[in-house]
């Protein structure tokens, strides 16, 4: 079994800052591209920021400038350190890797967390 792990959100003043930390564990052999995506009420689940096994990044464009996407390969953990955050990042946050399994049968597919509530407001 496969598991990500969010942590980090929380509420927030615009302006202010967070970090969010996803951990993956289990049986796990590879971990290709992580990345953070969110989802406010009625609208579609979005994707934030994406970062490559050797570290290649890339944002959406609202979140560029703002947001930085990191991992830690020895950790299996990927963070994402939002700044300025305004009351329009207000969303669930989910974590998202693309993993191979290390098991007999390997399996390679995409994982999700259980998401992170972001909230920004005064």
């Known amino acids: 079994q496969v598991q990500l792990v969010e942590s980090g959100g929380g509420l927030v003043q615009p302006g202010g800052s967070l970090r969010l930390s996803c951990a993956a564990s289990?049986?796990?052999?590879?971990?290709?591209?992580m990345g953070w995506y969110r989802q406010a009420p009625g609208k579609q689940r979005e994707l934030v920021a994406r970062?490559?096994?050797?570290?290649?990044?890339n944002y959406a464009d609202s979140a560029m400038g703002r947001f930085t996407i990191s991992r830690d390969n020895a950790k299996n953990t990927v963070y994402l350190q939002m700044n300025s955050l305004k009351p329009e990042d207000t969303a669930v946050y989910y974590c998202?890797?693309?993993?191979?399994?290390?098991?007999?049968?390997?399996?390679?597919?995409?994982?999700w967390g259980q998401g992170t509530q972001v909230t920004v407001s005064s």
């Open positions: 998202n890797a693309l993993i191979t399994t290390a098991q007999t049968m390997a399996v390679t597919r995409n994982y």
């Open positions: 289990g049986s796990i052999a590879s971990i290709y591209t």
């Open positions: 970062i490559t096994s050797s570290g290649s990044t």
